[in-house]
């Protein structure tokens, strides 16, 4: 069965640090990883990886994915309050035929609480 | 572009009830596919559905059923409810596969609790 883990699930900063999120995954035929923010209620995409040592960045968040030891980070630099949400990672995997078929599996995801 | 919307957002019924979720992609996403939350488990797929097909499905049962109209929009029926059946419902369109670019945007979920 596919699995996917995330740790640390919860993490406590202050405005300004820097926190490494982590997400290890073991699937068959794997396709993607990806990257979701969730605030309230709609997960938003934040980034997909598919090839190893690529970094992605979008302003102050970046990730990185390593297909031999299985497993992705996700860095945010100076932390901001608006940074407080549930972090997923989601692994995609061929189905029959070759394509994805809109699954995901998702990780247990990751509470990160900025503190002023 | 109107984004994903789901209806109703809010459910609340009782054990042993029957109850249909909605879902409408955001317009000219032919793929929808649903996910169950709760804290226990996190985000579980359920099934996608493309062109009023089912493609995938995940591991519940069968009182978990769907399905797609010929405009896209899709709906999720859940039958006997359980206490177990409480959590935040999720939907996802995306255009095509997600390599190409079929990015899946999520609605903003329907809650059900069932009492």
């Known amino acids: 069965e596919d699995k996917v883990v995330q740790s640390p699930l919860s993490l406590v900063v202050h405005e300004g640090d820097t926190v490494t999120l982590n997400c290890s995954y073991e699937?068959?035929?794997?396709?993607?990883l990806l990257w979701y923010k969730q605030e309230k209620k709609a997960p938003t995409f934040l980034f997909m990886l598919?090839?190893?040592?690529i970094e992605k960045k979008s302003g102050r968040l970046s990730s990185i994915l390593d297909k031999k030891e299985l497993f992705s980070i996700l860095n945010i630099t100076a932390t901001q309050t608006g940074d407080s949400a549930i972090y997923l990672c989601?692994?995609?995997?061929f189905g029959a035929g070759g394509t994805s078929y809109g699954k995901l599996t998702f990780g247990q995801g990751t509470i990160l609480t900025v503190h002023p | 572009k109107a984004g994903v919307t789901q209806t109703p957002r809010y459910l609340i019924k009782t054990r042993g009830q029957q109850v249909t979720l909605s879902c409408s992609p955001i317009s000219g996403h032919r793929s929808v596919s649903w996910y169950q939350q709760t804290p226990g488990q996190g985000l579980q797929f359920l099934f996608e559905y493309f062109s009023e097909t089912q493609r995938n499905k995940g591991n519940f049962p069968g009182r978990f059923s769907g399905r797609q109209f010929s405009n896209s929009r899709s709906e999720m029926n859940v039958s006997t409810l359980e206490l177990g059946d409480s959590a935040l419902y999720l939907c996802?369109?995306?255009?095509?596969?997600?390599?190409?670019?079929?990015?899946?945007?999520f609605g903003p979920g329907t809650r059900l609790t069932v009492l």
């Open positions: 996802a369109s995306s255009a095509g596969p997600l390599l190409a670019g079929g990015e899946q945007f």
């Open positions: 989601a692994v995609e995997v």
């Open positions: 598919t090839s190893s040592g």
């Open positions: 699937v068959t035929n794997f396709r993607s």
